[in-house]
């Protein structure tokens, strides 16, 4: 476990480093908030400065937490950008063309070193496609975090961080795979925990693809940040039964003990950004120094990290040992990419 003392000293030691440009898909809610929260306050103690840009749907929230932020760090700068459904790649297309755009408009400066996705929540739903063919749940904690990263490649590569992205899911809890049925359409496939251990496998595969693309240019990450708690717990669309448990029965009786506290994940979050988890090291360049994360294939620092949310690996070994992991990415990838041309060209995904 990286120790919470730990956790900030790599904050600290990050913002004083370079000026940081970051965007949280999911700052209107819950962990991309508390991130948020964390990088204001970590900039207070003499960081060199950020823009952050929010996106989310709920605009009043949006205020809320700028207005928050800037009582914590009156010198960053808060960017609201409002979504009004992130299921929708072509709303993922718009938003990051938003971003791009405003962020060209700081000239040679342009760039994300830190680009969060967290949007999502509801689950335990039933499937349900949206309008461009994906299953609703599937869209928005996979697809559409995978566009948003594609998308706003131009931005990532700029950074001399080098850029990190962080999606927070589910990260470890691979189980079974279709691998002929990655949408998971064929409904007696179908359920919320097929389809969360679909998309944490897909996380890892479709991230390897992409970093091997632009080797020790990218770190990309994929997190299970623990039982945190915040307002997701009372979505009106979690199972009732569910809410029930959360508010009358989990929390009285396991409360803190099983919970990770808001502001230490909001700052574990951060943490993901410094040399603790570094880019892959091309031939010749610097390798990193001090304690290094182990990667996705098993070797310290390999530019893809799947993570417990302490900040340890949680490498499922178990279940990449049962499948062709080469075979898969290269299926993965087609998949998802297949899925991003026929809506991008205004069809709907039936694969
Ligand atoms: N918190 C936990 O204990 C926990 C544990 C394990 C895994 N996770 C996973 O981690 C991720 C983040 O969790 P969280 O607790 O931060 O969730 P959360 O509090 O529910 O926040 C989710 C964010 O996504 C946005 N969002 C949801 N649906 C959207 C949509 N259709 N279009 C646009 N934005 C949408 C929400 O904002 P708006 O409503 O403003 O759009 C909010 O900003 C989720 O995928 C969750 O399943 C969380």
Redesign the pocket.
């Known amino acids: 476990m990286v120790k919470i003392d730990t956790v900030r000293a790599l904050n600290a030691a990050l913002v004083r480093k370079q000026p940081l440009v970051a965007v949280?898909?999911?700052?209107?809610?819950?962990?991309?908030?508390?991130t948020l929260r964390a990088l204001a306050t970590a900039e207070a103690n003499g960081g060199k400065g950020f823009r952050a840009y929010i996106?989310?749907?709920?605009?009043k929230?949006?205020e809320e937490i700028i207005a928050e932020c800037r009582g914590i760090n009156a010198t960053g700068q808060f960017k609201y950008i409002k979504?009004?459904?992130?299921?929708l790649i072509h709303?993922v297309d718009r938003i990051c063309a938003d971003i791009i755009q405003m962020e060209e408009k700081e000239g040679q400066d342009a760039r994300i070193d830190y680009l969060m996705v967290?949007?999502?929540?509801?689950?335990f739903l039933p499937r349900k496609d949206t309008k461009e063919g994906i299953d609703?749940t599937m869209a928005?904690?996979y697809y559409?975090r995978m566009r948003a990263i594609l998308k706003l490649l131009p931005l990532l590569l700029k950074s001399t961080l080098p850029a990190r992205v962080i999606s927070?899911?589910?990260a470890g809890i691979e189980a079974k795979l279709y691998p002929d049925d990655l949408s998971l359409r064929d409904l007696s496939h179908y359920s919320y925990s097929q389809a969360r251990s679909h998309m944490v496998y897909m996380h890892t595969l479709f991230m390897e693809t992409l970093e091997e693309q632009y080797r020790g240019k990218l770190v990309l990450v994929h997190i299970?940040?623990?039982?945190?708690?915040?307002?997701?717990?009372s979505?009106p669309e979690l199972p009732k039964w569910f809410r029930v448990v959360w508010r009358w029965v989990f929390i009285p009786i396991f409360g803190r003990l099983a919970?990770?506290p808001p502001n230490d994940?909001g700052a574990r979050m951060l943490s993901l950004a410094s040399p603790r988890y570094p880019p892959r090291a091309i031939d010749g360049g610097a390798k990193s120094e001090g304690e290094v994360a182990t990667g996705t294939d098993g070797t310290p620092g390999s530019g893809v990290y799947s993570l417990f949310w302490d900040g340890e690996s949680n490498r499922n070994q178990k279940a990449y040992a049962k499948i062709n992991k080469d075979e898969m990415k290269k299926k993965v990838w087609e998949h998802t990419m297949k899925a991003f041309e026929v809506i991008e060209a205004g069809g709907v995904f039936t694969e």
């Open positions: 949280f898909f999911g700052g209107t809610g819950g962990i991309g908030h508390y996106v989310g749907r709920n605009a929230a949006a979504a009004e459904d992130l299921s709303e967290s949007q999502g929540g509801s689950i609703f928005l904690m559409s927070v899911y589910a299970f940040p623990g039982l945190v708690p915040g307002p997701g717990f979505n919970t990770v994940c």
